[in-house]
């Protein structure tokens, strides 16, 4: 997409109603938002991938979730499921998304995990995020940032580039021997380094090394 000047991006990890029981409850479980919509005559519906090897598990967490009801699984690809789900009277009433889209910005990005939902936004300025932020605080919803920058047609810069997480699994990472050639350590070593599930790890590699490589080569 084309970005405009002073773009403003945000990268943060919110505790939110939405699937928090799955989150809080089934190990090593990734949810990838794929769409939230209001129907004309009926609830707030929402699709979304979830993975996991405990199915038994997730389908108890989904009954509980105070966020969603109404579960549907629309396909099934391995571990891999795609739901529908409509959302509760709580869930409508933290949403997020009729929040950017009235100020003009946009979820590029929505990840799920045991660390809460990682989303990226982007809007067309700071003050539009802030209107975020003070949603987020009005409704009890626990808000992080990760970083927050500024895009034009003429420059990028990340600030910061990396979370502590990020920076301790990429030292991990190193320490361990997982990116040496040929590697001498395993995904699984670098998470009990680090003491979380390998899921975390994975993600907080990856989303360190993406960060690390945006902010290194951003023109």
Not at 30 to 55: N, Y
Not at 68 to 77: D, H, M, R
Not at 90 to 117: K, M
Request: aromatic share 8%.
């Amino acid at each position: 997409m084309t970005v405009d000047a002073n773009t403003v991006i945000a990268e943060f990890t919110m505790d939110h109603p939405i699937l928090r029981a799955p989150f809080a409850r089934v190990p090593d479980v990734e949810a990838s938002w794929g769409l939230t919509q209001d129907q004309v005559d009926g609830p707030t519906q929402m699709t979304v991938w979830i993975r996991t090897d405990d199915v038994d598990a997730l389908d108890e967490a989904i009954e509980a979730d105070p966020g969603t009801t109404n579960p549907t699984v629309l396909a099934v690809q391995g571990n891999r499921r795609l739901y529908r789900f409509d959302y509760t009277d709580l869930g409508r009433e933290t949403n997020i998304l009729p929040v950017v889209v009235e100020h003009g910005g946009e979820v590029t990005d929505a990840v799920g995990s045991n660390e809460g939902w990682r989303i990226r936004v982007e809007f067309p300025d700071r003050e539009a995020l802030e209107c975020l932020y003070q949603f987020c605080r009005s409704h009890d919803i626990p808000f992080s940032f990760e970083r927050i920058f500024e895009q034009s047609e003429f420059e990028e810069r990340p600030e910061p580039a990396l979370t502590a997480a990020q920076r301790a699994a990429l030292v991990a990472a190193v320490d361990c021997g997982y990116l040496s050639v040929p590697r001498e350590c395993s995904l699984g070593d670098v998470a009990d380094r680090l003491g979380v599930s390998k899921t975390a790890a994975s993600e907080r590699f990856r989303r360190g090394a993406n960060n690390l490589i945006e902010a290194s080569l951003a023109t």
